[in-house]
């Protein structure tokens, strides 16, 4: 993997990846939109573990899609690289949206990214579409996806990190 310095992952795949990753498999399907993708980790394994998958990657930090659209081009990935805010610019629908979302804001935690994207998320699901995402252990977002969602559950967990997986 290519990454640039203030790239989130630069030089190493976080832990939090790794679990989310541990969770993909070959019946993950469809248009798949990996949501503030950095240098585009999950995306390169995701189509290395399923061949069915069109990848929309999206990113705010422009150095995190240079180094996306590096690594994409690396491992002859095709997808489509999208500068956006959350879904600022996105304007269809996806069978699934997977992210590892940021829980800091400089040097602050700050839940307002992660809260966005799961109450918006359902406006860019296809019918029985997929929110899988990973965040520490210690924090919960329960009360809001059972807000959001018809259900979900958390597929893996260990002890500093969980992966949640909502379906509409």
Do not use: W
């Amino acid at each position: 993997m290519k990454t640039l310095p203030s790239v989130f992952g630069h030089k190493k795949i976080d832990a939090g990846s790794k679990l989310l990753i541990s969770t993909f498999t070959d019946k993950m399907r469809g248009n798949i939109l990996d949501l503030g993708t950095g240098s585009g980790i999950l995306s390169i394994l995701l189509d290395n573990i399923s061949k069915k998958i069109h990848l929309t990657l999206t990113d705010i930090n422009l150095i995190a899609l240079l180094s996306c659209k590096i690594n994409l081009y690396h491992h002859n990935i095709n997808g489509n690289i999208l500068s956006s805010n959350l879904y600022n610019d996105i304007n269809k629908r996806f069978d699934i949206i997977i992210s590892n979302p940021p829980i800091h804001r400089d040097l602050k935690i700050s839940f307002k990214t992660i809260i966005n994207m799961i109450k918006n998320s359902v406006n860019y699901l296809t019918k029985k579409g997929e929110l899988r995402f990973v965040t520490n252990t210690f924090l919960s977002f329960d009360r809001i996806l059972n807000d959001t969602f018809n259900e979900y559950t958390i597929l893996k967990k260990n002890k500093y990190f969980k992966v949640y997986q909502a379906i509409v």
